[in-house]
């Protein structure tokens, strides 16, 4: 999972790309990088960290130009340790192209070995993103002749990768003295949105709120398997790129990644979240008997909206019960589960009055380890409810992810292979309900009736892609952190939600 940027400008862009990235920090926080170009010249800067701390004055001054890129990313391949693997990444030819990626290849391995014996190109990282960027050069490179570049040489190249290349991508790449192109991969798994403001800018990025909290107008989504290629003056190009399509975005987008103040694919991410709280409601009334419970209290940030509505319809009182501290480290930074135990008390502290003598509902957006949940009813009981009632807004998660969020193994995963029995003991709560899948695709998707469906594969096993085997999973998770075990956890579960910091 990463957030990515670009945008063509008649004005310097350094300052409004790193504005877009502080609004896309939710998405990834440990690397950033921004790439801008003046004449046919790029300008980079990148490093390990947050966008606040890697772009100083010395580093914006020494990125000019009126077009540009950025990235923050969140590692889900290859090397999470290595500097080298922050995007954007670069080639020079042809032309000079750098380009950032939001997502996974499922078949980046064949690809990078493909790229050199039969491409001869060079692939000098783990990373699956620099695999794209050499496909995409070695397309174009085919199709172009001379120094001319048309827009329909672009499209053809898009074509070419979209042949090669399998598994989630959206993609936003500079060509050298030319112009900006930005793709989707055919099943839209990942989101991508293009805006302009009054000034005749363009800017696409992975979530609305970034084109309207940097004062573009939000015009469309990419389609799936779209691309558009804007000049330098700011004209665009769309071509479908792909044969066949189907519209499948991530449903864990709006469980949990997303802000809730964005517009994906047509769906209102808070929107999502309330009728989420609304199916959840029911299977509550299915477990627990409204008259046994108390107070219903969110575990923050993203499980607010489902919490409100379900107090709402089930006539319960809802009540902020846990504060977060914001400026505590990231709990997937430190060594050991013992550590992390620390960590989750550190980052979160009970208001003690909301529990005490109480049978509480706490509900929260999704349960992936089980570690932090476990943890968390602990927290509850300590501060004297009499009853700890856990509801997840989220269906359970028995399979990996491979399109870009860094799910664990299996064997990680709570509810993998176990029953909702199994995973109520092994948390500790008195009752545990999760959301139905069909429930929560019907919904979300009852939003937007047009979309194919949903890339639901954590929750349901069915990867949309239709290439996933039980082997490319085990591959995909051998690679997915090149750190030593118990260096840090990676799950998406210790994932910070940034949204409303």
Known sequence: MCGIVGVVSKAPVNQLIYDALLLLQHRGQDAAGIVTQQGRKFFMHKAKGMVRDIFRTRNMRALPGMCGLGQVRYPTAGNAFSEEEAQPFYVNAPFGLVLVHNGNLTNAKALAQELFQTDHRHVNTESDSEVLLNVLAHELEKVTRGVTLKPADVFAAVRGVHKRVKGSYAVVALIAGHGLLAFRDPHGIRPLCLGHNKDGGVMVASESVTLEGTGFEFDRDLQPGEAVFVDLEGRQQFEQCADQVSHN?????????????????????????????????????????????????????????????????????????????????????????????????????????????????????????????????????????????????????????????????????????????????????????????DAMKQAIGSLNPRLSGFDASCFDGVYVTGDITPADIARLNAGRDQGEEGDEDTSRLALPNAQVA
Do not use: W
């Not at 997303?258 to 409601?281: E, K």
């Not at 550590?339 to 509900?363: A, D, H, P, T, Y």
């Not at 999704?366 to 700890?388: F, L, N, P, Y």
């Open 249 to 437: 975005p991530c449903i864990f987008e709006f469980v949990y990644l997303a802000r809730p103040d964005s517009v994906m694919d047509g769906i209102s991410v808070y929107q999502a979240r309330l009728n989420l709280g609304v199916t959840l409601a029911k299977r509550v009334i299915s477990t627990v008997p409204p008259n046994e419970i108390d107070v219903v209290i969110p575990i923050p940030e993203s499980s607010r909206p489902s919490a409100m509505e379900l107090a709402q319809l089930l006539g319960l009182p809802y009540r902020e019960g846990f504060v977060k501290n914001r400026y505590v480290g990231r709990t997937f930074i430190m060594p050991g589960q013992g550590v992390r135990k620390k960590s989750v008390r550190q980052k979160l502290n009970v208001i003690g009055s909301e529990f005490k003598g109480r049978n509480v509902l706490l509900v929260d957006d999704s349960i992936v380890r089980g570690t932090t949940s476990r943890e968390i009813v602990q927290m509850a009981r300590d501060a004297g409810a009499r009853k700890v009632y856990l509801a997840s807004a989220a269906p359970p998660v028995r399979f990996p992810n491979v399109y870009g969020i860094d799910m664990p193994t299996p064997g990680e995963l709570v509810a993998h292979g176990r029953t909702v029995e199994e995973v109520r003991e092994i948390i500790g709560c008195d009752a545990l309900i999760y959301q139905d899948v």
